[in-house]
T-cell receptor, first 109, second 114 residues
Framework: QKEVEQNSGPLSVPEGAIASLNCTYSDRGSQSFFWYRQYSGKSPELIMSIYSNGDKEDGRFTAQLNKASQYVSLLIRDSQPSDSATYLC?????????FGTGTRLLVSP | GAVVSQHPSRVICKSGTSVKIECRSLDFQATTMFWYRQFPKQSLMLMATSNEGSKATYEQGVEKDKFLINHASLTLSTLTVTSAHPEDSSFYICSAANREYEQYFGPGTRLTVT
């Protein structure tokens, strides 16, 4: 079983819709979770960090964490074509992040 | 977010030569820096974890004598690819972590070995 799992996609949504990206992790003791966005040919960019159960909102982005289910998600409201990228879920292990393979999001105009 | 710079952004070198890549955290002191490699259409692969003033911790399968890491200060880490070969051609990315373990990535270095 992979430590951090994401659906590779692509997830296709129309402009203006809500994109929902999901991630599950195997280490029940994990406490810190991160979402990164990576455009093709570029390095990852930190979007959100979340440490407590529940929702955390930042602009159009909402991260949701459910430690009991070992599940973390990222919602993108009012999706824009510029949101088209690969979204990486990362879970803090021992001093280092464990990344999922990423979900490719395509937002069509 | 924090700013991490990386230099050079792109380098082409001949097989057998060495290449040094610099990573700097510009606006915060990084407790730990990391070096990743990413091949086309593949996910990030952690190569090593670097703490200031101590030896780097390499991931399994990464040759420490080939990929030399020096972490001279809380804001600077360097990766030297020694005796580079075409199979070392890749996108090398560093990151710097703050005290909340948030990692901020540099823009990456695209290495091509001919």
């Amino acid at each position: 079983q992979k430590e951090v799992e994401q659906n590779s996609g692509p997830l296709s949504v129309p402009e203006g819709a809500i994109a929902s990206l999901n991630c599950t992790y195997s280490d029940r003791g994990s406490q810190s979770f991160f979402w990164y966005r990576q455009y093709s040919g570029k390095s990852p960019e930190l979007i959100m960090s979340i440490y407590s159960n529940g929702d955390k909102e930042d602009g159009r982005f909402t991260a949701q964490l459910n430690k009991a289910s070992q599940y973390v998600s990222l919602l993108i409201r009012d999706s824009q074509p510029s949101d088209s990228a690969t979204y990486l879920c990362a879970v803090l292990g021992f001093q280092k992040l464990v990344f999922g393979t990423g979900t490719r999001l395509l937002v069509s105009p | 977010g924090a700013v991490v710079s990386q230099h050079p952004s792109r380098v082409i070198c001949k097989s057998g030569t060495s290449v040094k890549i610099e990573c700097r955290s510009l606006d915060f002191q990084a407790t730990t820096m990391f070096w990743y490699r990413q091949f086309p259409k593949q996910s990030l692969m952690l190569m090593a974890t670097s703490n200031e003033g101590s030896k780097a911790t390499y991931e399994q399968g990464v040759e420490k004598d080939k990929f030399l890491i020096n972490h001279a200060s809380l804001t600077l880490s360097t990766l030297t690819v020694t005796s580079a070969h075409p199979e070392d051609s890749s996108f090398y990315i560093c990151s710097a972590a703050n005290r909340e373990y948030e990692q901020y990535f540099g823009p990456g270095t695209r290495l091509t070995v001919t």
